[in-house]
């Protein structure tokens, strides 16, 4: 992704022959090298294109619409014969009777509104004091970023330790562990999610800060100045001068945590395997499959729910982020 | 491309230092209190495992120590057979992460030095499929891999509980965020390099081969760094996919152990941590690549 776009090298130094002017005065002559190639060359394109995009098409795109076809449908999963055609009987079941469909739909939104309200800041502020050019600014990066650099599921283990009712670091520092008053950050449906959040928000800020900070890395230091001779104070340059030339990096940070927030599944998996409190899209569905009860339609059906949200997120970037490229 | 190379550039570059202004000694101290905060929870786990269970089960887990040694990292090493998941891991993510990287820079070359018609199209397939929850793809899948039959290459005897079935997923999530970079990477590239050659007679392979990839090994140190860490963090694949707990990787083979301890915190955080001990290794050799491949793939979930 060109988090940079304006500092992009194909638009600081096109080269020569390829540039869009070339382009688009004289259409005779392709841009690539089509005219030169043989008959061999073509057909080892083909199989150099070709072969990467049957594996990643039969097993990404296939199955994305086989998850379709098996959400309007009942099965047991043994047998082809025993699949039943069902219409929208699935659908209907989930949004009407599934306990466990709506506080799931809501905890995926508290998730994306708790990661982009807290971390998302958090990582902005971080990067921006990070990038004012001070000593150890090597070291204190690599402590926010730390955490990203370790598997959820890891992640998951360790914010058990801080959580434990009986052994964990917060109960036993404010005296909770004592029968009586006892604090379940993991077992209470009112705290759970709240406490996996914590542990989610202290591996997102780190991420933000990494895509904020390369964002900050390209702004123009002209800007600055200019804002700085101006006589803004610090506040003032970010707010007015500094942000908005962030707009690049704010879009990618969005969908990214859009995605991140409907892709969660690790930490939850790990700290309860999305019991009461917890429930989420993604654990459903995967409930679906390794969980006792099989039902495939059922658990197809949640997945199209998560599959029309994302595409409903990632066409219109990718659209926009391609028709962006294509001009640059 | 762009943010590889800025990101580089601007983190090697010689800083300019001003002197120590108060500002600035708050910003510092505000910094290293954030940092030592933001690293808490790991260093409450590494006291944890540094202590015997019985010394913590007496006199409570916030409390000083008697005695602080390596035994229960010696136990989660040798107790729940380690090196037995670690190589499995190195068995789905070596392979996964050189094929990804070989198939998704045909790719990119397929769409970036050529201008034929489905390219862009090509691409919004690749990259599409790559930001999709795994979860969307993970029922027919699972079905998919327990109708294929692979008799002799692994136990089960079909692509499912088979570390075949992983590299291959594997493979075909990543290249779609591999063929993006890749092909931007490539893009930039001036385009007489290959027309040169191609007007000499050299095969679209030798270009490939000889031109284009060697051109491409910054980025590629990038993806592979984050590919590699990516991989062997995967949980979720592994969860679904694996069946046999022979067969699992290191982080889902966490998961049982936790299980089977689980009366015993400081055998399980020390365990935790020494899953995390390759990836904390990969990061600090390979910091830079890591950065900026995160940069250059800001469009990651």
Redesign the interface.
Known sequence: ?????T????AATP?P??GPAAETTDKKV?????R???R??RL??GL??G???I??????????L??IA?AFATWD?IGFDSIKWVGLQNFRELFTINPQFWPAVQHNIIWFAALILIPTPLGLF?AV??D?????????Q?????????????IG??????Y?PD???IN??IGANQPGHYIDWIGDPDLNLWAILI?AS?RHA??MM??Y??GL??VDPSLREASALDGANEWQTFKSVIFPTLRP?NT?VL??TI??A??A??LV??FNKGAEGTEL??IL??N???GESSR?GY??AI??V??VI??AV??P??IA??RK??QA | ???L???TA??GAP????PLRPA?IL??L???G???A??A??L??LY?ALRPYGE?SDK???SWPDKLNFDNFTNAFTQSDMTHYFVNTLIVAVPAVLLTLF??S??A???S????RVN?F????????N??????????????YLLIDIPGITMSGKLYDSALGLV??H???Q??FC??VLS?YM??L???L??AA??DGA???RL?WQIVLPLCKPAMAALATLLS?WI?????WA??LISTGENMPI??A??NL?GQYFTD?NL??A???L??IP??IV?FAL?RQ??SG????????
Do not use: C
């Not at chain 1, 500092?7 to 194909?10: A, I, R, V, Y």
């Not at chain 1, 594996?55 to 994305?64: D, I, P, R, S």
């Open positions: 992704m060109t988090t940079t776009p500092t992009s090298p194909e080269p022959g390829s392709p841009r690539g090298h089509r030169l190639l043989t061999r060359d080892t394109l150099m294109a072969l990467p995009t594996l990643h098409v039969a097993l990404v795109w296939v199955t994305a086989a998850s098996l999963g971080l004091q990070l004012k050019q001070i000593r150890f600014s090597r070291v204190y690599t402590a926010f970023f730390l955490p990203v650099v370790v598997s959820m599921a890891v283990f360790v914010w058990q330790l801080v434990n052994t964990g670091l036993s520092l542990a202290w780190g991420y990494i895509l900070l390369a890395k390209s990096t990618v969908v990214v995605i991140e409907l892709r599944f690790d998996f790990v899209l993604s569905v995967t679906n499959i390794i495939i658990g197809s997945a199209v998560l599959l994302s595409l990632i066409i970037y990718l982020t391609f490229e294509r | 491309m762009s943010t190379a800025d990101t601007a983190t800083k300019t230092r001003t600035r910003l510092h505000f910094l290293a954030a940092a030592l933001w690293l929870p790991l409450w786990a944890a913590t409570g887990y916030v198939l998704s045909m790719v070359f397929y769409v030095r050529f201008d034929f862009l090509l691409l919004l397939v690749f990259t599409a499929g930001l999709l929850p795994q979860q969307v793809i993970i029922t027919p899948l699972y079905r998919l291959l997923i493979v075909a999530f290249s779609g063929a993006f931007n893009r930039s001036p385009h007489e290959t027309e191609l007007v095969s679209v392979w490939y860490i062997y963090n995967d949980f979720f969860l679904v982080t889902s966490l998961n936790s915190p399980v955080a365990g935790a941590l899953t995390a990836t904390l990061y910091q890591f950065v995160l940069t250059l793939g800001a469009n990651k979930g």
